[in-house]
Nanobody
Framework: QVQVAESGGGLVQAGESLRLSCAVS????????MSWFRQAPGKDREFVAA????????YYADSTKGRFTISRDSARNTVYLQMNSLTPEDTAVYYC???????????????????WGQGTQVIVSS
């Protein structure tokens, strides 16, 4: 059974940084696309960032480009999201997701991802 577990959320002030981690277990291969999404109260879940199965290609939402960095440690089946220059608009529950198909193309489409974590709360105060 595949499990996805996020960690690292918390309360920070505007302008500060936070690093989220996501560990995937129960999967026999490491060649899958990983992503981060977020959902603010009363809003739909939105794409934040994705990283290719090789870890070479990355893709960001316009709202996070230049401030957030996604990376992965394939040996540990772990993906990270470094978030800098946080603003109150970044307040949300952040979800990590994994694509089930090996060697898939990088994607930002929520329905392409098969395995999801429970989320970790990020609150940015002004």
């Amino acid at each position: 059974q595949v499990q996805v577990a996020e960690s690292g959320g918390g309360l920070v002030q505007a302008g500060e940084s936070l690093r989220l981690s996501c560990a995937v277990s129960g999967i026999t291969y490491r060649t899958f696309v990983m992503s981060w999404f977020r959902q603010a109260p009363g809003k739909d879940r939105e794409f934040v960032a994705a990283i290719s199965w090789r870890g070479i290609s990355t893709y960001y939402a316009d709202s996070t480009k230049g401030r957030f960095t996604i990376s992965r440690d394939s040996a540990r089946n772990t993906v990270y999201l470094q978030m800098n220059s946080l603003t109150p608009e970044d307040t949300a529950v952040y979800y990590c997701a994994a694509h089930a198909r090996e060697f898939a193309e990088i994607t930002a489409t929520r329905t392409d991802f098969d395995f999801w974590g429970q989320g970790t709360q990020v609150i940015v105060s002004s």
